[in-house]
């Protein structure tokens, strides 16, 4: 069985009200879908993480190694994806090229087998697993605090258990924020807290400490990515667990964070970190660190049907009588893409999902309802 041909698509939606968060607004979701059609004609699906129009241009410059090539091979292509790579991009919006290309061909691979992808990983070490809904970010509200309170409830009130907000505004306005959304939720909701790295050590030491007290189960990004000591420091001055990895590549990224005792959580993004090839290894990795890993998504069902795949396969570490948790990112941000052209939708009961056991991602994307994303 050979790869006949690889397409990226690049899909827009214009959004009836645009939000923002600490770094940029959002007036439109741009997502890059990446087909593989193997020569009997069946299909597999990626996504990348990243823009959409600079992704779809890597995976054109890519297919070039791909078309031809076994898709059971997936670990073989990687390899010379990554050798390809190497010189020009050890991080960045390639590598999430390359990462949309290996999705895709486990996707594939799945469906040329009749096998989930979670089973091809190794198999599911669980049947369910709790998404956490990523949401509140900010928009023009005339009470924002009151807004964003309000959002949380519904989140509640659709099941979920746990639910992350979007901090960096100020420290005075987030302070103010993470108290009222905490004491709508009440205290049986988890919240975690996520900065996209707006603030210096000193303003990141200032806000941990002063929600501390209101039960945050993370931290996420509360410094740029790239001030490693930093994070270790932080980590040291406050009792709330630190999360990071979305900005982060491949496994040597990563285990320079783990080098630095920079994060208690890493989040990977499987649709940029090289793929679902490359998460397993970095999950390989963190476990002999002890360290959590919570996959980081964004985007349309492809991205989250694969960090379900990946998250469904992760080691429990430590075990115990009573398992853990295991959290997936669940983006209810507005997304046409995500919504019309990508399926199922996940459907959560008691605060959790079943892990799906169709063949590949177990992802239908209709090409037809996609038409009209496309530009
Ligand atoms: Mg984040």
Redesign the pocket.
């Given at each position: 069985m050979k790869v006949n041909n690889i397409e990226a698509f690049v899909l827009t939606d214009h959004l009836k009200k645009s939000f923002y968060f600490s770094q940029w607004e959002y007036c439109q979701r741009k997502i890059c879908l990446v087909k593989v059609t193997a020569e009997d004609g069946t299909i597999g699906w990626g996504e990348g993480y990243g823009p959409a129009d600079v992704l779809s241009g890597g995976v054109k410059y890519l297919s070039r190694y791909v078309v031809g090539q076994n898709p059971l091979n997936s670990e073989v292509i990687w390899e010379n994806l990554y050798r390809r790579t190497l010189d020009y991009a050890r991080s960045g919006i390639l590598m999430a090229a390359v990462s949309a290309i290996d999705v895709a061909i486990w996707d594939l691979k799945g469906k040329l087998l009749g096998l989930p992808v979670h089973q091809l990983l190794g198999g599911k070490k669980r049947d369910r697993i709790y998404p956490y809904a990523?949401g509140l970010y900010f928009r023009e509200e005339n009470d924002l605090t009151r807004a964003l309170a309000d959002e949380a409830i519904e989140y509640k009130e659709m099941g979920y258990k746990a639910v992350?907000m979007k901090v960096g505004l100020s420290l005075k306005e987030d302070i103010m924020n993470i108290k009222a959304v905490r004491n709508a939720i009440g205290d049986n909701m988890e919240l975690m807290i996520?900065a996209?790295h707006a603030y210096n050590l000193p303003e990141a030491i200032h806000l941990a400490r002063a929600v501390e007290d209101l039960n945050i189960g993370w931290f996420?990004?509360p410094i740029s990515p790239e001030f490693y000591e930093q994070y270790a420091e932080l980590r040291s001055k406050t009792c709330i667990s630190i999360a990071t990895g979305?900005c982060e590549y491949l496994r040597f990224g990563f285990h320079r964070l783990l080098q630095k005792n920079a994060a208690d959580i890493l989040?990977p993004d499987l649709c940029a970190c090289g793929g679902l090839t490359e998460a397993k290894r970095i999950a390989a990795l963190a476990s002999t660190y002890g360290v959590e890993i919570v996959p980081?998504t964004w985007g349309s069902n492809v991205a989250i049907s694969a960090a379900m795949h990946f998250v469904a396969n992760l080691d429990t570490i430590p075990g115990r009588l009573k398992m853990p948790e295991f959290k997936l990112e669940h983006d209810c941000t507005a997304n046409g893409i995500r919504d019309d052209v990508t399926s199922p939708d996940f459907k959560i009961k008691n605060g959790t999902i079943i892990i799906s056991d169709k063949p590949g991602l177990g992802v239908e994307v209709d090409e037809r309802a996609m038409e009209k994303y496309l530009v």
């Amino acid at each position: 069985m050979k790869v006949n041909n690889i397409e990226a698509f690049v899909l827009t939606d214009h959004l009836k009200k645009s939000f923002y968060f600490s770094q940029w607004e959002y007036c439109q979701r741009k997502i890059c879908l990446v087909k593989v059609t193997a020569e009997d004609g069946t299909i597999g699906w990626g996504e990348g993480y990243g823009p959409a129009d600079v992704l779809s241009g890597g995976v054109k410059y890519l297919s070039r190694y791909v078309v031809g090539q076994n898709p059971l091979n997936s670990e073989v292509i990687w390899e010379n994806l990554y050798r390809r790579t190497l010189d020009y991009a050890r991080s960045g919006i390639l590598m999430a090229a390359v990462s949309a290309i290996d999705v895709a061909i486990w996707d594939l691979k799945g469906k040329l087998l009749g096998l989930p992808v979670h089973q091809l990983l190794g198999g599911k070490k669980r049947d369910r697993i709790y998404p956490y809904a990523t949401g509140l970010y900010f928009r023009e509200e005339n009470d924002l605090t009151r807004a964003l309170a309000d959002e949380a409830i519904e989140y509640k009130e659709m099941g979920y258990k746990a639910v992350k907000m979007k901090v960096g505004l100020s420290l005075k306005e987030d302070i103010m924020n993470i108290k009222a959304v905490r004491n709508a939720i009440g205290d049986n909701m988890e919240l975690m807290i996520d900065a996209n790295h707006a603030y210096n050590l000193p303003e990141a030491i200032h806000l941990a400490r002063a929600v501390e007290d209101l039960n945050i189960g993370w931290f996420e990004e509360p410094i740029s990515p790239e001030f490693y000591e930093q994070y270790a420091e932080l980590r040291s001055k406050t009792c709330i667990s630190i999360a990071t990895g979305e900005c982060e590549y491949l496994r040597f990224g990563f285990h320079r964070l783990l080098q630095k005792n920079a994060a208690d959580i890493l989040q990977p993004d499987l649709c940029a970190c090289g793929g679902l090839t490359e998460a397993k290894r970095i999950a390989a990795l963190a476990s002999t660190y002890g360290v959590e890993i919570v996959p980081h998504t964004w985007g349309s069902n492809v991205a989250i049907s694969a960090a379900m795949h990946f998250v469904a396969n992760l080691d429990t570490i430590p075990g115990r009588l009573k398992m853990p948790e295991f959290k997936l990112e669940h983006d209810c941000t507005a997304n046409g893409i995500r919504d019309d052209v990508t399926s199922p939708d996940f459907k959560i009961k008691n605060g959790t999902i079943i892990i799906s056991d169709k063949p590949g991602l177990g992802v239908e994307v209709d090409e037809r309802a996609m038409e009209k994303y496309l530009v």
